[in-house]
């Protein structure tokens, strides 16, 4: 590293080593240039503050962005409705999908054994 | 983790400083930093504990700055140090001189170096917003601070103006 370089970082408060302080500090001109640093810095010392107005107002900005906002509530209160319908209407078509061409399955079979459940009566009615 | 809000309390004169030095007029630092500020709240999920705070602001401030500098076609106008207390105690000529100075600077240089004297970013916290490395931005500050105190006469002059720094 030049020996400019060391007392640059230095005058930043950058860890230097010891060795290369020295040396650099014995290099022609180290006090002159030292110097120079430490007025550049003074000099270049920047005052300038945002507007008092612009301040407050990132200041309410960003407390009120901060806050839950009841119009993103109700945004939140749409959307699950939103999904409850659709589920329901899921649910639903359930109900009345069949499966193409096939008919639909019977849920219950009725069986009605002869002579047990009915009986056969010769025309003419009973006797 | 810190809200936007400390975020701001803790960084916005700083970020606005920053933005002043590297060229911004006050209005547009003042857009910047709203900017900044308002962006942090959606990248808040992406910081890490770790990381430097105010290198990780920076890094916003910094992609602001760049988007503006490319939306106006790179043809920011520089704000005049006029008025400016500190500006006042240093004598005109060598205001003067300092502005144009820190203007010429590579960009990379004035950044790394303005970083470091307004914003106050240790090496590695600046290596870290710039994506550079430590090493790097030590030289780049070297050759910014070489180049402005060649822009204002070297050491002879630097050295005869000792007592007139303060006006």
């Given at each position: 590293m030049e020996a400019s370089e060391v007392l640059s970082a230095f005058v930043d408060g950058e860890t230097v080593d010891p060795g290369e302080l020295a040396a650099a500090l014995e290099a022609p001109g180290a006090r002159e240039l030292l110097l120079d640093l430490v007025r550049l810095r003074a000099a270049l010392v920047e005052d300038a503050r945002p507007s008092a107005p612009f301040v407050d107002q990132m200041r309410r900005k960003l407390a009120e962005r901060a806050r839950p906002r009841p119009r993103m509530l109700r945004w939140a209160a749409a959307a699950a409705i939103g999904a409850l319908a659709l589920l329901g209407a899921r649910d639903i078509g359930r109900l009345f999908r069949?499966?193409?061409d096939e008919p639909p399955r019977p849920a219950r079979v009725l069986r009605y054994e002869p002579g047990v459940d009915w009986h056969t009566v010769p025309s003419g009615g009973p006797s | 983790m810190p809200t936007a809000l400390d975020l701001f309390e803790r960084h916005h004169l700083t970020v606005f400083r920053f933005l002043v030095r590297m060229g911004l007029s006050r209005e547009d630092a003042e857009d910047a930093t709203q900017e900044v500020f308002l962006r942090v709240p959606r990248a808040l999920p992406a910081y890490?504990?770790?990381?430097?705070e105010r290198a990780w602001v920076f890094r916003i401030a910094r992609n602001v700055r760049l988007d503006q500098w490319r939306a106006a076609g790179r043809a920011l106008t520089p704000e005049p140090l006029n008025g400016e207390p500190a500006a006042r105690s240093v004598p005109a000529a060598e205001r003067l001189a300092l502005e144009q100075a820190l203007e010429q600077l590579g960009e990379a240089e004035r950044e790394s170096f303005v970083l470091r004297q307004?914003?106050?970013?240790g090496y590695a916290e600046i290596a870290e917003a710039t994506g550079a490395t430590p090493d790097a931005v030590r030289s780049r500050i070297h050759r910014a601070r070489l180049a402005l105190r060649l822009a204002l006469g070297g050491p002879r002059r630097l050295g005869r103006a000792a007592g007139g720094w303060e006006g």
């Open positions: 069949t499966g193409g | 890490e504990e770790r990381q430097s307004i914003g106050g970013l």
